[in-house]
């Protein structure tokens, strides 16, 4: 297996580590299991470390459809751009909110740390890069857009938020779309950045 097939294998390793980690919290909870399951997989970090996950399998495996989609560099990009955003998130406003226990610290560690250094290591460090067309950027905006989107419909419904900055019933509609406004904005800015970077790293 070549160092770039080891280096993703592991990124995967990582990325669903952390998402088991943080599932096995559930398990040692008395609660509705599938009400809270679908909660669990409502949080950005987690759909965005199974992106990660899913895309770094692709790399490892060498071939085919995955692998051919996980390689191309607008997507690798993306990637990028999610889970680091995931990352600054996180260690901004969300790490006082860590879940007691081992469980919780070696999960957050995974999914917040490891997990987004070890892909951004290995989007530097291997090719292809370049080719990607100035409007990606607005592109790579739209799935945390429509992520918040529909937390804010379910919030509606059931009362659940993700996370405090979207919450509606706290803050108010006003002030809920102006933190995903300035959201929106953080992902379009570093967009911009990335694939300015990975430009430059086409170059060398």
Do not use: K
């Amino acid at each position: 297996m070549s160092i770039v097939r080891l280096a993703h294998a592991l990124v995967a390793l990582s990325a669903l580590a952390g998402i088991a980690l943080h599932y096995a919290i559930l398990l040692t909870r008395d609660v509705d299991m599938l009400y809270y399951s679908i909660r669990f997989l409502s949080y950005f970090t987690i759909q965005t470390n199974a992106l990660v996950a899913a895309a770094a399998i692709g790399v490892a495996l060498g071939r085919g459809r995955l692998h051919r989609w996980a390689t191309r560099p607008a997507v690798r990009t993306a990637i990028s751009l999610h889970i680091l955003v995931v990352a600054i998130v996180f260690h901004l406003l969300l790490g006082h909110m860590v879940p007691p226990g081992a469980l919780g610290w070696w999960g957050n560690l995974l999914l917040h740390t490891v997990t987004p250094a070890a892909w951004l290591a290995c989007w530097i460090a291997f090719p292809p890069h370049g080719g990607i067309d100035p409007v990606a950027p607005l592109r790579w905006i739209v799935f945390p857009l429509i992520f918040a989107g529909w937390s804010l419909a379910r919030g509606a419904i059931d009362g659940f938020y993700p996370y405090f900055f979207l919450d509606a019933g706290q803050f108010g509609y006003a002030r809920t779309l102006a933190n995903i406004a300035a959201l929106g904005f953080l992902f379009f800015a570093v967009g911009h950045a990335l694939r300015a970077i990975d430009l430059r790293l086409a170059r060398t």
